[in-house]
């Protein structure tokens, strides 16, 4: 079982910056693969980073060269770091956990609203 926390969140303009952390519980962080989705209201809830248990990041092209996202085993803790927000960025963002050998990610944390505003 692994709890995930997300903080970080907030109202930012347009071109600003701002840091999402998740925190995890548990000893086996290492070896998840982790993701972070954001879902705005009446959409659909959608990838936007993940990044391997082996350090291989991946990005929708939405973000691409904007959000960076890491992860500090020695922690428990993965992060995106969002530059260069806009507006269409807004949402709640949530981050995810899998086993390596799973498809699907079977943890999520209870999410943070991210607002930019223009």
């Known amino acids: 079982q692994v709890q995930l926390v997300e903080s970080g969140g907030g109202l930012v303009q347009a071109g600003g910056s701002l840091r999402l952390s998740c925190a995890a519980s548990?000893?086996?962080?290492?070896?998840?693969?982790m993701g972070w989705f954001h879902q705005a209201p009446g959409k659909q809830r959608e990838l936007v980073a993940a990044i391997s248990s082996g350090g291989t990041t991946n990005y929708v092209d939405s973000v691409k060269g904007r959000f960076t996202i890491s992860r500090d085993n020695a922690k428990n803790t993965a992060y995106l770091q969002m530059n260069s927000l806009k507006p269409e960025d807004t949402a709640v963002y949530y981050c995810a956990a899998k086993p390596r050998s799973l498809s699907g990610y079977l943890y999520w944390g209870q999410g943070t609203q991210v607002t930019v505003s223009s």
């Open positions: 548990g000893r086996t962080f290492s070896s998840y693969d």
